[in-house]
């Protein structure tokens, strides 16, 4: 089964190019125009992503966010806010700590919301065959509360951190070259950015929480998580 792409813009031409191109890219996708309307939709079939708007009329996108993020049957869905007004950093800032799992700003070329939607998606894991994929020794990730205990101790990671540990634990063994990491974690196009010292920034950060025996550098290929 496809899967479901709910896009909430409060211009029609907006969300009608957004569900062609995500269309022919093998999605199923719902459009609705306005929040208020998105909120119906959300409720009642959930998708597997929503992408919505900042900045709508009736019920603008941070709300809408907070919204299906705090509600039982929506919590899970994980949510790219588009913004071509709420630019400034404290918007970015409110997006993400209203729940949003990404945030990219207008205009964009299609290639890089398609990047980011696929990198979003990859975080998320479902049932419990997917969790357990998620334990190893000494670790324990929770995708669903974004958890991580090292030992049984609680350890605060960021966003970025914690999807770069999840897809590590995930390709156990096998060996992730920076390039895959910058697409699959943050969602770049590699034909804009591909600059490895942000993969290098972060492993060394992460395994300075978690310890340095997890993840293994292989020079000249990239990273591997082993117990």
């Not at 970015?92 to 990047?115: C, N, S, T, W």
Request: aromatic share 6%.
């Amino acid at each position: 089964m496809p899967e479901r792409i709910l896009v909430v813009d409060d211009v029609k031409e907006m969300a009608e190019a957004v569900k062609t191109y995500l269309t022919s890219h093998g999605f199923a996708v719902a459009t609705a125009l306005g929040g208020s309307d998105g909120r119906l939709l959300a409720l009642e079939f959930p998708p597997d992503l929503v992408l919505l708007d900042a900045d709508m009329p009736d019920l603008d996108g941070h709300t809408l966010c907070r919204t299906l993020k705090k509600d039982p049957r929506t919590k899970s869905v994980p949510v790219i806010i588009m913004s071509g007004t709420m630019m400034d950093e404290k918007h970015i800032v409110e997006g993400l700590e209203g729940g949003a799992d990404d945030y990219i700003l207008k205009p964009f070329p299609m290639k890089v919301l398609l990047a980011r939607i696929h990198a979003v998606l990859r975080r998320f894991t479902h049932g419990p065959d997917a969790a357990r994929l998620l334990e190893r020794e000494g670790i324990e990730l929770d995708p669903s509360s974004r958890e991580v205990r090292v030992k049984g101790k609680a350890v605060s990671l960021t966003r970025k951190e914690f999807d770069l540990l999840a897809l590590l634990i995930e390709k156990e063994g096998r060996v992730l070259t920076p390039a895959f990491l910058l697409e699959a974690v943050w969602g770049y196009d590699l034909a804009d950015y591909n600059d490895p010292q942000t993969v290098t920034t972060h492993v060394f950060r992460l395994r300075k929480k978690i310890g340095a025996d997890y993840i293994v550098n292989v020079p000249g290929h990239g990273y591997k998580f082993s117990c």
